[in-house]
T-cell receptor, first 119, second 113 residues
Framework: GAVVSQHPSRVICKSGTSVKIECRSL??????MFWYRQFPKKSLMLMAT?????????EQGVEKDKFLINHASLTLSTLTVTSAHPEDSSFYIC???????????????FGPGTRLTVL | GNSVTQMEGPVTLSEEAFLTINCTYT??????LFWYVQYPGEGLQLLLK?????DKGSNKGFEATYRKETTSFHLEKGSVQVSDSAVYFC????????????FGTGTKLQVIP
């Protein structure tokens, strides 16, 4: 168990358009989901943490009006890149945690990633 | 703040060679430690984890031991295969509340036949 999917896996869009990326936990409920951005040959940068039914918590330097996050249910979170520009081209990865509780064995399960290319 | 430092890659090994990828961390308290693997064009997969000092995580022939005295979590495998070629990320996280993960920069492993 603990499978996380992302859709689409790859998207190409024109500059100025908006793109929505979905992240789903397929076989468990995820109170908390995380969105990361990975630059070429770099590590993952946490963009925001989203909890079901509440506003996302954005990391410093991440524009919340540009990267809209909605955690509508315990199995779905979406990231919308608004008015995308070429510099937004990147690999976006989501992860989900089974619970936001105090278990020392909580683990994040990662989606396969979405490659966004903005022309 | 918390940080994870990995040895710089790329690491190139011949098939069946012994692998060590060093990882050290800076953190307060007792984080859980993880190794994730990313194959080309894919997301991250959890490879192994350890949640307390002296724990050994193991999976697919890989293993790593949580060493609090040296703040290390080195990844080892006795005999690598071509299929092990990937980028390996060391990471730490705290349980409870918002479980933010701090990643190292990743080490690319290339295994040649």
């Amino acid at each position: 168990g603990a499978v996380v999917s992302q859709h689409p896996s790859r998207v190409i869009c024109k500059s100025g358009t908006s793109v929505k990326i979905e992240c789903r936990s397929l076989d468990f409920q995820a109170t908390t989901m995380f969105w990361y951005r990975q630059f070429p040959k770099k590590s993952l940068m946490l963009m925001a943490t989203s909890n079901e039914g509440s506003k996302a918590t954005y990391e410093q330097g991440v524009e919340k009006d540009k990267f809209l996050i909605n955690h509508a249910s315990l199995t779905l979170s979406t990231l919308t890149v608004t008015s995308a520009h070429p510099e937004d081209s990147s690999f976006y990865i989501c992860s989900a945690s089974r619970s936001g509780g105090s278990s020392s064995t909580d683990t994040q399960y990662f989606g396969p990633g979405t490659r966004l290319t903005v022309l | 703040g918390n940080s994870v430092t990995q040895m710089e890659g790329p690491v190139t090994l011949s098939e069946e060679a012994f692998l060590t990828i060093n990882c050290t961390y800076t953190a307060t308290g007792y984080p859980s430690l993880f190794w994730y693997v990313q194959y080309p064009g894919e997301g991250l997969q959890l490879l192994l984890k350890a949640t307390k000092a002296d724990d050994k995580g193991s999976n697919k022939g890989f293993e790593a031991t949580y060493r609090k005295e040296t703040t290390s979590f080195h990844l080892e495998k006795g005999s690598v295969q071509v299929s092990d070629s990937a980028v390996y990320f060391c990471a730490l996280a705290y349980s409870g509340g918002y479980q933010k993960v701090t990643f190292g920069t990743g080490t690319k492993l290339q295994v040649i036949p």
